[in-house]
């Protein structure tokens, strides 16, 4: 598989992404290998067995990603996106203190790990407050605590699941328009951009709750802070979640190591899996 126009495509779950990818690149003469990770094996004593091979890691479960990702890049591959971007971005409070280093506006968030701390946190905190798991996607086990009772009530709930859920992550309620912002960014810039607003009764704005998107424009504010989050991650090929907040503007609130881009594509008529699969051919040329 080695040399420029070959790649390969890690998966767990085959979406619309997936084969917009296997289709992109067969168009362009490549030879794609479509690897189920349930089917990998990898020997860890092989020396440099994926070296010169490119691959696009796009598994949905977070913990199987990483633990293929490092395993792949230490026998020689390169993964886009690098361990170091997977375990970062797959943590929302991990995620949170490299945008704080790098000076990239965010939501004010507050961490415990306790019952107790967690409400003592929230009291000094304030209401209304996002609680997250700090691993998680597609708006799960996300909530809204308008006040100590409800807050009560979630962390004890919490208190009886596993152990990664007693890791109370608590974000400020940011007043906002009732949509967020969803860039793609590929390689050094933002290839496409979408709004997606909340469904109705929903003050999420995943799509799978019933939102709309439509196009958002590429200013230069949108492109320098996208740029600045995807750097502070180590990002190659990423997507970057914003809101735009009544008093601070523009503020990064996730950035997606495997992003999904279907509805940013039927809504822009971007080529994203095209360009997506041009930089990671590009990686065997530098």
């Known amino acids: 598989m080695a040399g420029s126009k070959s790649l390969t495509i890690l998966y767990d779950t085959i979406r619309w992404e997936e084969k917009s990818l296997y289709e992109a690149a067969k168009k362009k003469g490549v030879d794609i290998d ?19 091979k490119i691959v ?10 990483l633990h293929a990702t490092a395993a792949l890049e230490g026998m020689g591959a390169q993964v886009i996106n690098p361990l170091r971007v997977a375990s970062i971005t797959g943590n929302k409070l991990f995620a949170h203190m490299e945008f704080k280093k790098a000076g990239v ?6 961490a415990a790990f306790s019952e107790e701390s967690a409400i003592a946190s929230l009291e000094e905190f304030g209401y209304p407050a996002v609680i997250k798991p700090t691993v998680g996607s597609w708006g799960r086990m996300i909530g809204l605590l308008r006040d100590k009772d409800a807050a009560q009530a979630v ?22 328009p009732p949509r967020d912002i969803r860039a793609i960014v590929v390689g050094d810039h933002v290839v496409a ?13 995943n799509m799978a709750l019933g939102g709309r998107a439509e196009v958002c424009p590429v200013t230069k504010e949108l492109e320098d802070i996208c740029m600045k989050a995807t750097k502070a991650v180590g990002g ?21 190591n495997t992003t999904e881009f279907k509805n940013t594509v039927r809504v822009t008529g971007v080529d994203i899996p095209g360009q997506m699969v041009d930089y990671a051919l590009s990686l065997n040329k530098r």
Do not use: C
């Open 34 to 52: 479509n690897v189920d990770i349930k089917n990998l094996k990898v020997r860890l004593d092989d020396g440099k067995a994926y070296a010169g």
């Open 56 to 65: 696009l890691q796009r598994s949905v479960s977070y913990f199987k990603s």
């Open 105 to 110: 506006n965010t939501p004010k968030a507050i």
């Open 155 to 176: 962390v004890e709930d919490r208190e009886h699941m596993f152990p990664l859920y007693h890791i109370y992550y608590f974000e400020e309620f940011v007043k906002r």
């Open 236 to 256: 190659q090929i990423v997507g970057v979640d914003l809101m735009e907040g009544e008093k601070d503007g523009l503020m990064v609130h996730e950035v997606n």
């Open 193 to 205: 951009a979408i709004y997606r607003y909340s469904g109705e009764g929903e003050w999420k704005t």
